[in-house]
């Protein structure tokens, strides 16, 4: 089994910096992203990657303040968030695809593992 832990979150004010860490126990993935979560909301994509095709892939909401990045030596990936908003508040949870994707699957049902989610708040 898989296990993937989601650090890294925190409350912060509006325009500070977090960067959330998500490791795996037992395996590295080639395919990654970061979703989100906020109360009422449905999942929403945020960053990913797909090593497969070399493609990296930002929402447009996020795209220029956030950064996913990877350390396979540590089995681990990250997100990088810079310059962050009120609106950014949500649970923000890891996924990981087991396939070998050419471009960044952006739907969640595509994604096999899950982290258990870390809390970010953002206040104005």
């Known amino acids: 089994q898989v296990q993937r832990v989601d650090s890294g979150g925190g409350s912060v004010q509006a325009g500070d910096s977090l960067k959330l860490s998500c490791t795996a126990s037992?395996?590295?993935?080639?395919?990654m992203g970061w979703f989100r979560q906020a109360r009422g909301k449905d999942r929403e994509f945020v960053a990913g990657?797909?090593?497969?095709?070399?493609?990296?892939y930002y929402s447009d909401s996020v795209r220029g303040r956030f950064t996913i990045s990877s350390d396979y030596t540590k089995n681990t990936v990250y997100l990088q968030m810079n310059n962050l908003k009120p609106e950014d508040t949500a649970v923000y949870y890891c996924?990981?695809?087991?396939?070998?994707?050419?471009?960044?699957?952006?739907?969640?049902?595509?994604?096999?593992?899950w982290g258990q989610g870390a809390q970010v708040t953002v206040s104005s």
């Open positions: 037992r395996r590295t993935f080639n395919t």
């Open positions: 996924a990981a695809d087991s396939s070998f994707a050419l471009e960044v699957p952006t739907t969640s049902s595509v994604y096999d593992y």
């Open positions: 990657f797909a090593l497969g095709g070399r493609k990296f």
